[in-house]
Every structure is written in structure tokens, then in C-alpha cells.
């Protein structure tokens, strides 16, 4: 039987000891660099770890009542600007948009007829001011010559009686002068009252232009009533426009609130949809640590869905109030108790573009910043 050496013993019991004295030594060195790691992290960089992907939410809804009639689209349906996302019954509009043109079409017949009626009348009241102011001059002529005339006329009857009082002419021939002279007198009167008539035909055309102000009112009132009629027809088109609701942006169905043969009222939320292509990090930030941070910094974020990877991103806006300020809830403090807590300001972070991930709105994020 044999015997153990007593210094073989503890020189492996001393072996063993330095082993684990080593491994020990190297872990608490280990945990010394990581917590000191740590440490630096934390003081050198802003961490956030509750912040999500968020993008721009679009909540369709109707403007117009009816009967669903198609609904081309699921949840998860990738639509373009322009498709079409449902459409609503829409032979009721269709109906008052074209009695709203047959009466625009009336309105635009009766603003042409008064125009047609007034150019006639202007075109009659202009024919009759010519004619008046031809028989005024011709009646002007005619009272000159006829003034002509009389004055022949008695110059010759004052020279007769003159002879016939020298008895150097026949009573005959005075009595024929004087004849002649009277004839020329009548003959100007008569001529001095056409003159006077064609006056009064001249100012009767002159005052039978005020009609043309009627006409001006009447063709006032039927373009009101044309324009009446046009804004109404417009409005049926654009409420006839609301029964085919078309996407407003590139994007993804989130989600469809109805089934296809629903009712459909006015205001009903319809669905909803975002744009994948314009998705940002929102981060609440500690405000203790918000005075660290400015637009422009960079921001590197890991995606809890995506383990290992990390994304890169750039603060774009800082928000200027806090989160708080925007609860539905007010947070009173009526009692007079109060304890204070750390307060957080909305950050938005771009991401830099990438083709390896498919980010959607609700994703949990880490995010961390330089300071």
C-alpha cells in the first residue's frame, strides 16, 4: 500500500488555489472594465430604451352617406397615390349633378336671349336717333329755305305797294304779291313746326335710351342666376367626387373599419394607412438630459425585432413642450402632496435609409446618442 507525499499534495492544492485566484482576478478585472465601460457609456451618450418607430397615421373617413358599392382593398394592401379604396352608391349625385346642369344650361339660354333682346333694341334705338337727327336736319333746311322764301316774298310785297301807291302797277298784280307772300309765310311756319316736331322725335330717341338700363339689369341678374347655377353644379361634382375615395399618398392599409354592402354614413372612419417610406424614430428624452441634445445630432438605433443590427439616424426636432402638457388628463395636485418626476420631451429621429429591415409604426427601439 502505498503513501501520498505530503509536499506532492500541497504543491497541486496550491496549483488549483493560483488557478482560481487567476480566474478570479481575470472575472473581477473583467467586471471592473465592463462596469467602468458602462459607466463611460452612460456618462458619454443619452440612452432611451421605450422609444418606437412611428410614422404619419392617415384615418380616411367619408364625407358623403350611401351604400358601399366596392371595396377593392385588404389590410395590408400596398395602394398608390390615385387607387382606388372604396367606392360609395353614387346614382343619387349623379342624378342632382345633371339637373344642376340642365338649370345652369336654362340660365345660360335666358342670359343669351336678354342679350340677343337688347343688342335688337340698341341696334333699333340707334336706327331711330339716325333718323330722327336726318328729319331734324332735313326739317332745318326746309324752314331756312322756307325763311328765305318769306323774305323774297315780302321784300317783293312792300316793293308792289310801294309801286301801287304811285300808281305804277295794277291792283292786280299787289293783290298777287301780297298772295305770294302770305303763301311764303305759312310755308315757313309750317316749316318752323317740323323743325319743332323733328326736336321733339330727336329728344323722344334720346330719352327712349334709358330702356338700355333695364336691359343692363335684367342681363345682371340673369349672369347671377347663370353663376348661381354654375356654384351649385360645382358643388354636386365635388360632392359627387366623395362616393369614389382614392388614397391620398403611396402607401399600406393598416387597417379597414367595414365590409363590403355596409351603410356608410357621413364622417364614419373608413380605414387607415401609412406611408412605409417616411417612418421616424420617436424617443421620449429625459428632460435632465434634452439640454445634451440638438438637431443634427446622431443617433445610432437598434431594433428590438431585428437583434445585432443597428440602424443609424439624425435628430430632427426636438419637441417644446413636454409629453405631459399633451395627456387628455390634467394631473391637479388639489391635495397640496406633491412628488416630483422626471418629465419627458419628444424627440424626432431620421432614419438613414435601409433595405435589410421592414420597419412599421409601433416597433420598440433603443436609441442612443453622443454627448
Given at each position: ?82 387607387d ?40 333699333s ?13 332735313a ?16 321784300a ?38 317740323r ?44 360632392a ?52 445634451h ?30 409629453t ?41 427601439v ?6
Amino acid at each position: 500500500m502505498s503513501e501520498s507525499n505530503p509536499a506532492h499534495t500541497a504543491s497541486g492544492t496550491a496549483g488549483k488555489l493560483s488557478r482560481r485566484t487567476l480566474i478570479v482576478a481575470m472575472l473581477a478585472v473583467a467586471a471592473i472594465i465592463s462596469s467602468a465601460w458602462w459607466v463611460y457609456d452612460r456618462v458619454t451618450h443619452v440612452h432611451i430604451t421605450d422609444a418606437r418607430i412611428a410614422g404619419t397615421m392617415i384615418t380616411i373617413s367619408s364625407r358623403v352617406h350611401g351604400w358601399l358599392d366596392e371595396l377593392p382593398i385588404e389590410t395590408g394592401d400596398r395602394v398608390r397615390r390615385g387607387d382606388l379604396l372604396l367606392a360609395i352608391d353614387e346614382r343619387e349625385a349623379a342624378l342632382a349633378l345633371e339637373e344642376a346642369e340642365l338649370r345652369m344650361a336654362v340660365a345660360r339660354a335666358e342670359l343669351r336671349r336678354i342679350q340677343a333682346e337688347r343688342s335688337w333694341r340698341e341696334a333699333s334705338l340707334a336706327a331711330a336717333d339716325q333718323k330722327a337727327a336726318a328729319d331734324l336736319r332735313a326739317a332745318q333746311s326746309e324752314a331756312t329755305a322756307a325763311e328765305v322764301e318769306l323774305e323774297q316774298a315780302e321784300a317783293d310785297w312792300n316793293r308792289a305797294r310801294s309801286l301801287l301807291e304811285r300808281d305804277m302797277i295794277s291792283r292786280e298784280l299787289f293783290d298777287q304779291q301780297r298772295s305770294f307772300w302770305r303763301q311764303a309765310e305759312q310755308r315757313s311756319l309750317s316749316a318752323n313746326a317740323r323743325v319743332e316736331a323733328a326736336q321733339a322725335a330727336v329728344a323722344a330717341a334720346e330719352a327712349a335710351k334709358a330702356e338700355l338700363i333695364v336691359f343692363d339689369a335684367r342681363e345682371l341678374q340673369a349672369e347671377a342666376a347663370v353663376e348661381d347655377a354654375r356654384a351649385q353644379r360645382d358643388q354636386l361634382e365635388i360632392a359627387l367626387s366623395h362616393h369614389r375615395i382614392v388614397s391620398p399618398v403611396d402607401g399600406v392599409i393598416d387597417t379597414v373599419f367595414l365590409e363590403a354592402g355596409e351603410y356608410v354614413e357621413r364622417g364614419r372612419q373608413l380605414l387607415m394607412l401609412h406611408n412605409p417610406d417616411d417612418l421616424w424614430v420617436s424617443a421620449n428624452v429625459r428632460e435632465t438630459h434634452i439640454r445634451h441634445l440638438q438637431p443634427g445630432d446622431r443617433a445610432r438605433i437598434r431594433v428590438d425585432a431585428y437583434p445585432g443590427l443597428e440602424l443609424e439616424g439624425e435628430i430632427r426636432r426636438i419637441g417644446q413642450a413636454t409629453t405631459s402638457q399633451f395627456a387628455l388628463l390634467p394631473n391637479p395636485n388639489p391635495s397640496g402632496n406633491f412628488t416630483k418626476i422626471t418629465q419627458r420631451i419628444e424627440v424626432r429621429i431620421d432614419l438613414e435609409p435601409s433595405a435589410d429591415v421592414q420597419l412599421k409604426p409601433g416597433m420598440m427601439v433603443e436609441v442612443k446618442i453622443g454627448i
